[in-house]
């Protein structure tokens, strides 16, 4: 399957602090995920872009669906140690089934 | 209850030794799958099913087999376990209406030896 490019691989920050993180791919896709997997546990689906463009939230988190389809953007505004987990995106093109799934970033958030 | 389940949530086993995977789920979802996660690598789809009656090699599937023995329910089978097969494995389910987003089950933690 499409790897797609995560990036950081990790973040060390301290509360409060805001956050970004992003993955890219040299294929076009129609669907961008992006998940939370917290140590032990399984990912959890934190936000789904669907259009080109599109900008959603979910609270303090806020992520986009690049303009060339091929990249998207998370954000985490005013962190909490409850942010610390690994990030993941993840991507479907038209003609896949399958989700194409980024390496991962690491977030640790100090108090 | 979990919508998504796995059992066992950890394995130790020996090399050669068959190991089956097991993942039950409550979403009605017609779609189901099997990830192997390690470190570094994300996740790297192994089989998937898309009904009772389909199932289809994904990414990395040799060395496994599958069994999807109802709707609800998806095996993951190691025929001959082997070290490196060591890794977290993932199940996760999806509908094929609205936007097929996937919901990943609590994962097995597998090592062997």
């Known amino acids: 399957g499409q790897q797609l490019n995560q990036s950081p691989q990790s973040m060390f920050i301290q509360e409060g602090e805001d956050v970004s993180m992003n993955c890219t791919s040299s294929s076009i896709f129609n669907t961008w995920l992006w998940y939370k997997q917290d140590p032990g546990e399984g990912p959890v689906l934190l936000i789904a872009?669907?259009?080109?463009?599109e900008l959603t939230s979910n609270g303090r988190l806020t992520a986009q669906f690049g303009i060339t389809r091929k990249d998207s953007f998370l954000n985490i505004s005013a962190s909490i140690p409850s942010d610390v987990g690994i990030y993941f995106c993840a991507g479907r093109s038209n003609s896949g089934y399958a989700l194409n799934f980024g390496k991962g970033t690491s977030l640790l958030v100090t108090p | 209850d979990a919508d998504v389940t796995q059992t066992p949530r950890n394995r130790i086993t020996k090399t050669g030794k068959r190991i089956m995977l097991e993942c039950s789920q409550t979403k009605g979802h017609d779609r189901m799958y099997w990830y192997r996660q390690d470190p570094g690598l994300g996740l790297r789809l192994i089989y998937y099913s898309f009904d009772v009656k389909d199932i289809n090699k994904g990414e990395i599937s040799d060395g496994y087999s599958v069994s999807r023995q109802a709707q609800a329910k998806f095996s993951l089978s190691l025929e001959s376990a082997i070290p490196n097969q060591t890794a977290l494995y993932f199940c996760?389910?999806?509908?094929?209406?609205?936007?097929?987003?996937?919901?990943f089950g609590p994962g097995t933690r597998l090592l062997v030896l």
């Open positions: 872009l669907y259009k080109a463009g």
């Open positions: 996760a389910t999806s509908d094929p209406t609205g936007a097929e987003t996937q919901y």
